[in-house]
């Protein structure tokens, strides 16, 4: 099954990358910079919480120029989910629990249907429902797939079937496992991801196992990387775990070395840098760039790379398909490194 966000489609091949805007849509210039940066960066859905009618007024202002599909997030006010349709949004998530009564819900699948958007259902371990809590008291995963059951049928019942499903817990083990059974049992696309997962340490090393033990088995139309990290760290590690995959081809990949007493160049240094110059540029064919510490790991070990640099000690050797270009000061390593890259990027 197949739903569309916009012009991006979930439960094909292509699994999109999404993210959450961590700022107040009413912030509507920042919000627009924000949405521009990360469209360059590989996003492809992006959601805006929806808490009051002040956000209402700033989401119409940013769906005018938003170059991604934009989901509201919703929760408690069934109005505010109404006027975020009326707006124009691509998607809703709710939470069916904490809308109300079925009339309330009822009165969010009317509108829907109206504007012929797709809603996400989000199933998260940490609002279930008190009486499903307390009928499987120690079960989250059997809760969660139970709250699961009950708020479909809201919409199933309303001959509604445009849906996404979320279920998501900070707790690895218990994602993987509640995402494993609802792929079983529910004909419908899985938006993946780890919530509450933490920083950009934490949050990566959770994400990236939760989310690519359910892609590696065909689970999961779409996936967001929960981070206490801005946006685009989000985005990136995303795009990561899906390049690690064979799920995504990259058009620029940087290998590097992880240092050791070899090495008498600011490795670390030199990768930051470059990753920060190579960001959001649109490249014309497929690159592999190595940097590298020492003479050892390049460009021997690196001779499949476009090109590179291998440190040493005040001089190190920029190369190319492992063969020697040219020997630079190590002040000049990061110049040299750009300005080869700039022959391939549009402008």
């Known amino acids: 099954m197949q739903i569309k966000v916009g012009k991006v489609v979930l439960g094909g091949e292509y699994i999109p990358v999404q993210t959450m805007l961590k700022n107040p849509v009413s912030e509507i210039e920042k919000t627009l910079g924000k949405l521009e940066t990360l469209h360059k960066a590989g996003c492809d859905i992006i959601r805006i919480t929806v808490p009051d009618e002040a956000s209402v007024a700033g989401l119409k202002e940013v769906l005018r120029y938003t170059p991604i599909p934009i989901v509201a997030d919703i929760h408690f006010d069934y109005r505010l989910a109404i006027a975020a349709i009326e707006a124009g949004v691509h998607k809703v998530r709710i939470n069916p629990g904490n809308i109300g009564d079925k009339s309330k819900v009822k009165l969010i699948v009317d509108c829907l249907k109206t504007y012929k958007i797709p809603v996400r259902i989000g199933i998260n371990k940490g609002s279930l429902p008190a009486h499903l809590v307390e009928k499987y008291p120690g079960d989250p995963v059997k809760v969660m797939l139970e709250s699961a059951r009950e708020e479909v049928g809201y919409f199933l019942d309303e001959d509604y079937r445009n849906i996404v499903l979320s279920f998501k817990s900070s707790n690895v083990l218990e994602t993987i496992e509640v995402n494993r059974r609802a792929a079983k049992e529910f004909d419908i696309p899985l938006h993946i ?36 990290a801005p946006e685009h760290e989000e985005i990136n590690v995303g795009l990561k775990i899906l390049e690690a995959l064979g799920k995504r081809s990259p058009m620029l990949e940087i290998v590097s070395c992880p240092t050791c007493g070899r090495t008498d160049v600011d490795i670390i240094g030199l990768v930051e840098q470059f990753k920060k110059f190579a960001y959001g540029k649109k490249f014309n064919k497929k690159l592999k760039v190595a940097i590298m510490g020492c003479i050892v790991n390049g460009p021997g070990e690196a001779k499949d790379a476009d090109f590179g640099v291998a440190g040493g000690k005040n001089n190190s050797i920029i190369f190319a398909k492992g063969n020697k270009i040219k020997t630079v000061n190590n002040d000049n390593i990061i110049n040299e490194l750009n300005g080869m890259l700039k022959s391939y990027y549009e402008v």
């Open 193 to 228: 991801g780890v919530t509450e997962a933490g920083d950009i340490t934490d949050g990566t090393i959770k994400n990236s196992i939760g989310v690519s033990i359910l892609l590696n088995e065909g689970i999961g139309s779409t996936i967001r990387v929960s981070l206490t």
